[in-house]
């Protein structure tokens, strides 16, 4: 086997697979390094559903990646023959004066994505499943849906061993280290040397490169699956995604049936307790439930049943709570892609993208300069 290869990916969650495949199809000789099995559900990329929304308010540059994101999950549905991407359309509801839907709003207007504007009583007519203060808004758009992580991390590793990339699961990397002639990692089973090393470390990432500079918080979050009492209302095809915005920016939100897994999913999105990832809980803990039952008994009641399952995450943050996509600072020759602070998924097959630009050409025609490290210059 050769330990010789032009990049090497350390970590194959979700976007050191894309990252891995893209690399492997452009015909660079690849290996990419995994502590678990692929995929695995300790990171943060399992629990068979991620929303995927395209009026993107939280930075303008955002949306260019997204739509060009939402084209490549296209392109990996037709090149596995698989579905990843449900396209169920989305629904932002919240108290008048929210200013998600305001952003979200102006987002889709500045960018002519397709979207309605709704009051209560129309939600009521488009979507049944919601019970909301008369006074309420919403925000209906097309370009809205789920991702099936499992699958798509499971399709880019699939395609990216065809193209030839090796992928090597329940391999620890315990350290690196580069220099004018190349990079070497150290794993728990051998050695291996590249030209590139790639770094797609999730919660980890601050192990893997010590001199980050910059201070990532990790979290723990839960999900929940309840069982409907009226099933056939949130069947796939039958609702959006959604989220219900809180005045205090907080949102709850949640997933249509899924057929991979039993019970309807919700979620609370804000920063949960800091953990370490090493020893972060993942059993249901007394009090976990508190987090998303009430939303479903005030909003959603038809869909406020018995409790299936629980299951645990972990947000990577990062100060601005905008992903960290560049070079190394002081390491020509190591790129990083982390901080995805809780709403990277969607873009995973982007991020895998212009992350082999940025290892076989050093730059990228995506406008990702909003997420470099030079944003962080002169922090305390
Ligand atoms: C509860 C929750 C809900 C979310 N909802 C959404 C959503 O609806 N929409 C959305 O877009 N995003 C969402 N996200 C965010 C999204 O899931 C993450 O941003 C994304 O999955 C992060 O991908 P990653 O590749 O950085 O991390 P991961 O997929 O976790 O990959 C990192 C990998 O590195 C490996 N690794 C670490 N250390 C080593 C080592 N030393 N050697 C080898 N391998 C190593 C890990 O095992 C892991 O597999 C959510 C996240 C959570 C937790």
Request: negative net charge.
């Amino acid at each position: 086997m050769s330990k010789r290869f032009d990049v090497i990916v350390i970590g194959v969650g979700a976007m050191g697979s894309a990252a891995c495949f893209h690399l492997a199809r452009r015909g660079a000789s690849v290996l990419g390094i995994e502590r678990f099995n692929i995929p695995h559900d300790r990171g943060s990329s399992h629990g068979f559903s991620r929303m995927i929304r395209m009026s993107y308010y939280e930075h303008p540059d955002y949306v260019p990646l997204l739509r060009r994101a939402w084209k490549l999950w296209e392109d990996l549905e037709t090149e596995t023959g698989q579905r990843i991407l449900h396209a169920t359309g989305g629904v932002y509801i919240g108290p008048p004066g929210s200013e998600f839907i305001a952003k979200t709003r102006q987002s889709a207007e500045t960018y002519g994505l397709p979207h309605d504007m709704l009051d209560a009583t129309q939600l009521a007519a488009k979507c049944p499943q919601f019970f909301v203060p008369r006074d309420w808004i919403a925000m209906h758009e097309q370009f809205a849906g789920l991702l099936v992580p499992e699958r798509a991390i499971s399709a880019h590793v699939d395609l990216a061993i065809k193209f030839g990339a090796q992928i090597h699961g329940n391999e620890r990397v315990l350290e690196w280290t580069d220099d004018a002639t190349g990079v070497t990692v150290r794993t728990d089973l051998g050695e291996y040397h590249a030209d590139q090393l790639i770094v797609c470390g999730g919660a980890w990432s601050d192990r893997i490169v010590r001199d980050l500079g910059v201070e990532l918080i990790v979290t723990r979050q839960v999900w929940g699956w309840v069982q409907p009492k009226r099933p056939r209302m949130f069947e796939l095809g039958s609702m959006p995604v959604w989220a219900i915005v809180h005045l205090d920016g907080s949102i709850h939100y949640g997933f249509p049936l899924m057929p991979d897994n039993p019970g309807l999913k919700v979620a609370h999105h804000y920063h949960g307790p800091r953990v370490d990832p090493e020893t972060i809980v993942r059993d249901p803990q007394p009090g976990d439930e508190d987090d998303f039952r009430p939303v479903l008994s005030k909003y959603l009641p038809e869909a406020d049943g018995a409790l299936l399952s629980i299951r645990t995450c972990m947000y990577t943050v990062s100060p601005d709570s905008h992903f960290i996509i560049d070079r190394l600072p002081r390491h020509e020759r190591v790129t990083i892609a982390c901080g995805f602070s809780g709403h990277g998924f969607k873009f995973a097959t982007v991020v895998g993208e212009v992350l082999a630009d940025l290892a076989m050409h050093g730059k990228s025609e995506m406008p990702i300069g909003f997420l470099g490290f030079q944003r962080f210059a002169g922090r305390g």
